[in-house]
C-alpha cells in the first residue's frame, strides 16, 4: 500500500517535471562513506562554507547510507549531529517530500526530497533544510550550524 501511494506520487511529480534529468549539483560517488559515532549519529568532520549546501533543493545534504532500509533513519542520524549555532539545542520536523529526481538507488527509478524545518532557543527564523536519502555526497555541517559536543 506504501508503495502504491509512493508510486502514485511518484507518477504525478515527475509528470509536473519539465524534465527527467537531476537538477542536483553536490552528489559524488567517490564520497567516503559515512560512520556512525557511539550516540548512533553520522561522523561529521567538515564544515561546509557554500551557503546553498543544505538550504537550496539543488545542493541537498546527501545522507545515503546502504547499511540500513529504514527511509528515516538517516535523516535522525544526520539531524541529531548538528547544533544550533552557538551549540544551542535543535528540534526538528520533517515538513514533506519535494522535488523528484532520477536516481539508480530506488526501485522505482526516483526519489524525492526530505525537507525539515529546524529550530533553536533564541532564534527569529525557523530554518528549512533538504536532505537526499538516495544520493551519497560529502556530508558537512550547513552554514549557521555547529555540531553537538
Same mark, same amino acid.
Given at each position: 500500500?506504501?508503495? $502504491? ?12 517535471? !519539465? $524534465?527527467?534529468? $537531476?537538477? +542536483? ?7 567516503? /562513506? +559515512?560512520? +556512525? !559515532? ?5 561522523? #561529521?568532520?567538515?564544515? !561546509? ?10 545542493? %541537498?545534504?546527501? #545522507? ?8 528515516? #533513519? ?7 549531529? +548538528?547544533?544550533?549555532? /552557538? ?7 520533517? =515538513?514533506?517530500? &519535494? &522535488? @523528484?529526481?532520477?536516481?539508480?538507488? $530506488?526501485? =522505482?527509478?526516483? *526519489? ?9 532557543? *533564541?532564534?527569529?527564523? %525557523?530554518?528549512? =533544510?533538504?536532505?537526499? #536519502? ?7 555541517? @550547513?552554514?549557521?550550524?555547529? =555540531?553537538?559536543?
Amino acid at each position: 500500500m506504501k508503495k $502504491s501511494i509512493f508510486f502514485i506520487a511518484l507518477l504525478i511529480g515527475m509528470a509536473s517535471c !519539465s $524534465s527527467t534529468q $537531476s537538477t +542536483l549539483k553536490n552528489t559524488d560517488d567517490n564520497a567516503p /562513506n +559515512l560512520t +556512525l !559515532s557511539k550516540d548512533n549519529t553520522f561522523v #561529521i568532520t567538515e564544515y !561546509s562554507k557554500d551557503k546553498k549546501y543544505g538550504y537550496d533543493k539543488d545542493y %541537498p545534504i546527501n #545522507i545515503f547510507f546502504n547499511n540500513t532500509k529504514n527511509e528515516s #533513519i538517516n535523516q535522525g542520524r544526520f539531524l541529531n549531529a +548538528l547544533a544550533g549555532p /552557538n551549540g544551542e539545542k535543535i528540534t526538528f520536523t520533517k =515538513l514533506e517530500n &519535494c &522535488c @523528484p529526481f532520477p536516481t539508480k538507488r $530506488s526501485e =522505482l527509478g526516483a *526519489g524525492f526530497l526530505d525537507v525539515y524545518e529546524l529550530k533553536w532557543e *533564541g532564534q527569529k527564523k %525557523p530554518v528549512t =533544510l533538504y536532505l537526499n #536519502i538516495y544520493e551519497k555526497g560529502i556530508l558537512m555541517v @550547513p552554514v549557521g550550524f555547529s =555540531l553537538k559536543k
